[in-house]
């Protein structure tokens, strides 16, 4: 038996896990430490923080972000940056979704990639406060 075609104008996009539900929880990675951030930027899609401590320069200190390009939500965190250990026991399965040194890049939701990286958010806000940038 044959499929009917369906018209184009008929055909429901697919389900597309790059929604606001992807964004804000990778957003809420991030306010879990909002007592020791300055946010910068919260808007529909685009979310950055700074520590509130100055580094000895006196200079703001980048934290994290997470920004909406399309169907692409990038993760950017700093400390992975700061502490490159942070990212030796990376599961492969995450791994896949590193862009350089410090940004995560993602196109659908997977809850058991979000657990892994609140735990690597947890560490590396853990890490900031010990060395005292929180």
Known sequence: MKTPQVPATQVKPAADDTSPELFAAMREL????????????DENGRFYANCRKLDAKR????????????RKHSFHFMPVYDFPELLVELSPTLRKHMQG????????SDPG???ELQGIVEQGASRYEAVGKF
């Open 113 to 115: 990639v979000l657990e």
């Open 59 to 70: 200079k703001v200190q980048f934290f994290g972000a997470v920004k909406v390009s399309g």
């Open 101 to 108: 040194n410090s940004c995560f890049n993602f196109t659908s």
């Open 30 to 41: 991030f306010l879990a430490y909002r007592s020791e951030l300055s946010v910068v930027h």
